[in-house]
């Protein structure tokens, strides 16, 4: 991603159209005309560099088939890298997006629950993968279809000693809420020393701008670019710098 701060617009997809997450599962939206490629195509336009694609469907429990519109992403848009998403719990589900074109994919939080078994697919997919830190009430609590709760701290530490390539840490309570991202908990995890990117909650420039201060290397933008609440290409922009 290089060295300066890196914001990512997410495609969250469901049955292959535009969804976002509701309390109950993944809810279909009009944003785009519930288009993947249609979204994809105007965060480029705006600057962007990186997408985060989240396969709902796989997260949920579903085969996950979002790989087709990862390649369609890859072939119309080369310019733009993928960082694929959605419970990627496999050697098989992650080889598949990278194969597909993805840059790199991010470990669901569900996988860490078995720590010899995601020491051993860490280590496979090396520099190709980062690892989902899902955050609720302090501790680690994965979404969708293996919902697990683990201490948050122990779980950093041997993530840490073995040198992952980096965190996406999400502040769960506060996804699709637009009230701004923990803070205090992104400062926690990036003086790890690790890449930590950030999302959950973010609505402006100042929350980006917030969330660089104590460490983040950057972060997911999901509904507030979706409706258009932030000025994507003023915060690309500014990531730029």
Known sequence: MGSAF?????????????????PQGPVPVDAFGGDP?????????????WLHVVDMDLAFGG??????????????????????????????DGARYLEAGASRIVLGSSALADEEAAIALLRR?????????EVQDGKIRSRGREPVELDLMTTLGW??????AGFLVTAVARVGAKAGPDVELIRRIARRGLPTLA???????????????????GAVVGRAALEGDLDLGAAL?????
Do not use: H, K, N
């Open 6 to 22: 890196a914001v990512l617009p997410a495609v969250d997809v469901a049955g292959g159209r535009l969804a976002v997450l509701g």
């Open 37 to 49: 490629l249609a979204a994809a195509r105007a965060y480029a336009a705006a600057g962007a560099r």
């Open 63 to 92: 085969a996950g088939e979002a790989d087709a519109i990862v390649r369609a992403i890859r072939d119309e848009l080369p310019q733009v890298r993928i960082q694929m998403s959605g419970g990627i719990a496999s050697l098989a």
């Open 125 to 133: 997919l090396g520099r190709e993968a980062l690892v989902g830190i």
């Open 159 to 164: 993530l840490a000693a073995l040198q992952v």
């Open 199 to 217: 999302a959950g909650g973010i609505r402006s420039l100042e929350d980006l701008q917030a969330l660089r201060d104590v460490g983040a290397v």
């Open 237 to 241: 922009a500014w990531a730029a710098v």
